[in-house]
């Protein structure tokens, strides 16, 4: 029987649908009981819907690799 705080625990999973079968079943056999975690759930959801509307904006790939260097740079250099 899964507790609502295992649920909290794979909430974003369950909405970005990476659950296995079983573990799927037993989020919505939860919901159907626990109304607290159904608004839960329907409140990530709507954040999560939110986020991926105004993310439109994709950054090049040729600047990510760019900024993960320097990244990378400063921390070796905070190392030394
Ligand atoms: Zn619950």
């Known amino acids: 029987m899964l507790m609502c705080r295992d649920l909290a625990r794979i909430a ?3 909405i970005d649908n990476e659950l296995g079968t079983a573990q799927k079943l037993s989020v919505k056999m939860h919901l159907m009981m626990c109304r ?3 608004s839960f759930i329907g409140n990530l959801r709507a954040s999560t819907d939110l986020i991926q509307a105004h ?3 994709k950054p090049d790939p040729e600047l990510v ?3 993960d260097e320097q990244v990378a740079q400063a921390l070796n250099a905070k190392k030394n």
């Open 12 to 14: 974003s999973d369950y």
């Open 36 to 38: 607290d975690c159904r």
């Open 55 to 57: 993310s439109s904006y």
């Open 65 to 67: 690799r760019r900024i």
